[in-house]
């Protein structure tokens, strides 16, 4: 079917086995449509892009989302490897792991929950939000033509409201169980690389980290009064009792940054959020952090101070104890860019302005969306390999612009189609 460019092909015709054929030629059709689409991702506004308005089985595209059978998880497995071969062939697997509201209204959709709105909310006001809950799972890897690292989503799940489960007479899933399941599976996917996981406080949880795959770590914050011990000392040989999980208790880091003689030690990172390079001090080191109980987890904690004073102390931890302080904050500051993903997929992909309201689609139209993310930028990598497409940048350069762009971090929100980005990414125009 020659309705999508040559490249564009050549990247999703790999997804072509999870479809029968009659299904794929639809796929082909609604793929090509949400990329070209301006505005919102509805089954409509995708035939009317592609040119057929007037088709009169249009309900046949319907049923692609409601009806077919297909596996996100196999889908998944597969823009994965294609992402890796392209981006990150070699080295540990840095993958960013956040969840997202998908504001939606109706009655018929039942996943559909209250939740915080991490928006609007601040440390002293709590606003809450009705919508979907999603938590993705996204590959942090340099993209060397934008000289910076992109979060490419590659598995997204729906995470119900607790009433969703209690009405069907199913056992509730929270946030946490949902990212073990999905982390132990790309564990399975990935058996002989090293695999890093950054998660926001939120997953900072004992239970959690304790129950993760050996070669899966995870860099996270940490509170500055979590309970650190020294590791248990050596069972001796006929040793009476239970095996001890942990030595001596060790001060919290909130003393440790109290304390006028700590040595701290200045390290400068390449990247900080958006500022470039940044110098920081530092004190590090390896405790086992544990709670009465709850399993104990060894980790490497990095207590962090801006000396210029402006930002506020903070602390991280990463279950690999073998970790250098360095590493661990050169991933945990590429979190940021899960949160720039989300942020696009609505204001570039349509997220939020599709219509469907059976559970089935409902439960696949966001994946692919986040999915197409991915696709456009492996696209956008092969033009760039092959053909050398020019980066273009718009007015936001001018000093104007770039004051706006402070302000309004989401300025360009209104760009419509794909083929547009945000200038502060310097994109190439596809």
């Known amino acids: 079917m020659g309705v999508l460019p040559v490249d564009l092909m050549e990247i999703i015709e790999v997804f072509a086995p999870l479809f029968t054929e009659r299904v794929w030629r639809h796929v082909l059709v609604l793929l090509g449509g949400a990329i070209l689409a301006p505005g919102q991702r509805t089954v409509t506004a995708v035939l009317r892009v592609m040119g057929l308005g007037r088709e009169r089985c ?31 062939p070699t080295g540990p697997v840095v993958m960013g792991l956040d969840d997202t509201i998908e504001r939606r209204w109706g009655e018929r959709i039942a996943a559909r929950g209250i939740d915080r709105d991490p928006v609007r909310s601040s440390r002293g006001h709590f606003v809450k939000t009705r919508g979907l809950r999603w938590l993705s799972l996204m590959l942090l890897a340099p993209v060397p033509w934008a000289r910076r690292v992109w979060a490419l989503p590659f598995l997204t799940v729906l995470c119900p409201s607790e009433r969703y489960y209690r009405e069907r007479g199913r056992t509730h899933r929270s946030l946490t169980e949902r990212a073990r399941q999905i982390l132990r599976v790309v564990d399975r996917w990935l058996p002989h690389r090293e695999k890093v996981v950054v998660a926001d406080s939120r997953f900072a949880a004992l239970e959690w980290l304790a129950a993760l795959p050996s070669k899966l770590h995870v860099v996270t914050r940490l509170r500055l009064d979590a309970a650190l011990y020294v590791p248990a000392p050596e069972r001796r040989a006929g040793q009476p009792g239970r095996p001890r999980k942990k030595g001596q208790q060790l001060p919290t880091l909130a003393p440790v940054l109290a304390d006028p003689a ?23 080191g390896t405790a086992v952090w544990y709670h009465g109980g709850k399993p104990p987890v060894p980790i490497r904690w990095v207590l962090v101070r801006d000396p210029r004073g402006g930002l506020e102390p903070q602390a991280f931890l ?30 570039h992909l349509g997220v939020e302005t599709q219509r469907q309201w059976s559970d089935s689609a409902i439960a696949r139209t966001t994946p692919v969306l986040m999915g197409l993310f991915s696709i456009v930028t492996l696209v956008a990598h092969r033009l760039r390999t092959s053909q050398g497409v020019p ?14 762009a402070m302000r309004w971090p ?9 083929g547009v980005f945000p200038c502060r990414f310097q994109r190439p125009m596809l």
């Open 410 to 418: 989401w300025s360009a929100r209104g760009c419509g189609s794909i």
């Open 262 to 284: 700590t040595g701290w030690i200045p390290l400068t990172l390449p990247r900080w959020y958006s500022q470039g390079e940044r110098t920081v001090e530092i004190v590090d």
């Open 391 to 404: 980066i273009r940048t718009s007015a936001c350069t001018s000093n104007i612009g770039r004051r706006s």
């Open 318 to 347: 990463c279950t690999d104890p073998q970790a250098t302080a360095q590493a661990i904050l050169t991933w945990f500051v590429q979190r940021w860019q899960v949160e720039v993903t989300f942020e696009e997929v609505r204001a």
């Open 58 to 88: 249009f309900h046949t595209y319907h049923r692609v989302l409601s009806h077919a059978r297909g596996s996100v998880l196999a889908a998944g497995r597969l823009l994965l490897g294609e992402r890796l071969v392209a981006l990150a």
